[in-house]
């Protein structure tokens, strides 16, 4: 993606929380999304924070965000081997109309 | 609503071969986005629409690629002539964008695996 970075793969234990880390560019971002992709799948939007927020909690997912330094974070705590997938952050940015921007995705993998 | 429909699901069409995939948006929507995904390079936005129109098209790779939406139901993405570096996984994934929000939560369909030989 442009401007939009991620690791390429994430190994945990089942049991375990998973943190899958995200960097941007844009400081006109005003969305940050997070989307699963399962196997043979499209994606799906998982989660999202609106750009003045730091944190949001749903169930077992946790999304830091650190304005300052442009990191988006997705803590998955009790991670399934269900959660398997390729994890895309992606951003909506004002450019003058609205675009939005997706990382190349992390590939999570847990081992039972 | 069923979701984003696509086809086909599966291509599999020879070099220098037309093909045409198919994508129907959600009913309501008003932007379509067509992605491809491939190992080496990811996710990649080809073009998008809002109502109907081409907003965006600096992701399409060249002239072999074009997009059409005809009405808000019915879009295609057209590769003539195909190419095997063509091969990948092509999304269609629709959205709507309020005037007021830039919220913009994308569906997207199951895909349509490309194969040219």
């Known amino acids: 993606g442009e401007d939009v970075e991620q690791s390429l793969f994430l190994s945990v234990r089942e049991g375990d929380s998973s943190v899958i880390n995200c960097t941007y560019t844009?400081?006109?971002?005003?969305?940050l999304y997070w989307y699963k992709q399962e196997p043979g799948a499209g994606l799906q939007l998982l989660t999202y924070?609106?750009?003045?927020?730091d944190m949001k909690q749903d169930q077992r997912l946790t999304v830091l965000l650190n304005k300052k330094d442009k990191h988006l974070s997705l803590r998955i705590a009790d991670t399934q081997t269900g959660d398997s997938a390729i994890y895309f952050c992606?951003?909506?940015?004002?450019?003058?109309?609205?675009?939005?921007?997706f990382g190349a995705g992390t590939r999570l993998f847990v081992k039972a | 609503d069923a979701g984003v429909i696509q086809s086909p699901r599966h291509e599999v069409t020879e070099m220098g071969q037309e093909v045409t995939l198919r994508c129907k948006p959600i009913?309501?929507?008003?932007?379509l986005f067509w992605y491809r995904q491939t190992m080496m390079r990811g996710l990649e936005l080809l073009i998008y629409?809002?109502?109907?129109?081409?907003?965006?098209d600096s992701g399409m790779p060249e002239d072999r690629f074009s997009a059409k939406m005809p009405n808000a139901s019915f879009s295609t993405l057209k590769i003539q002539p195909s190419e095997p570096r063509d091969s990948a996984v092509y999304f269609c994934?629709?959205?709507?964008?309020?005037?007021?929000?830039?919220?913009?939560?994308?569906?997207f369909g199951p895909g349509t695996r490309l194969t040219v030989l």
């Open positions: 994934a629709s959205s709507f964008r309020g005037r007021e929000s830039s919220y913009n939560e994308q569906f």
């Open positions: 844009d400081s006109s971002s005003t969305y």
């Open positions: 924070i609106f750009s003045n927020m």
């Open positions: 992606a951003e909506t940015r004002n450019t003058g109309g609205f675009k939005t921007i």
């Open positions: 009913s309501g929507h008003n932007s």
């Open positions: 629409f809002n109502n109907n129109v081409p907003i965006d």
